[in-house]
């Protein structure tokens, strides 16, 4: 069964920066494209990067590019997405999430909060 475990969300002052991680299990980590997405409040979901499996390649939306970047360890089972220069439009709940056979997965989503 697929997990998606993220963690390091918070409260956080505009300008500030933040490091979330997202644990993975249940497939095979080094074969997926991962993503993280996020949900403001009353609005839909957002992509916001991907990385593909090596880790070579990372696509970012552009409301983000240039602010947020998202690595991955393969080793670790583990993505992390590093946000910076973070605004209140950047306050949301962050998913990871991941297409296996198909299906999506996403975690149970960590908050960021940009508040000052």
């Known amino acids: 069964e697929v997990h998606l475990v993220e963690s390091g969300g918070g409260l956080v002052h505009p300008g500030g920066s933040l490091r979330l991680t997202c644990v993975a299990s249940g497939f095979t980590f080094s074969s997926a494209e991962m993503t993280w997405v996020r949900q403001a409040p009353g609005k839909g979901l957002e992509w916001i990067a991907s990385i593909t499996p090596s880790g070579l390649i990372a696509q970012y939306a552009n409301s983000v590019k240039d602010r947020f970047f998202i690595s991955r360890d393969n080793a670790e089972n583990t993505v992390w997405l590093h946000l910076n220069r973070l605004s209140s439009d950047d306050t949301a709940v962050y998913y990871c999430?991941?297409?296996?056979?198909?299906?999506?997965?996403r975690g149970q989503g960590t908050q960021v909060t940009v508040s000052s």
């Open positions: 999430a991941t297409t296996i056979g198909l299906r999506d997965h």
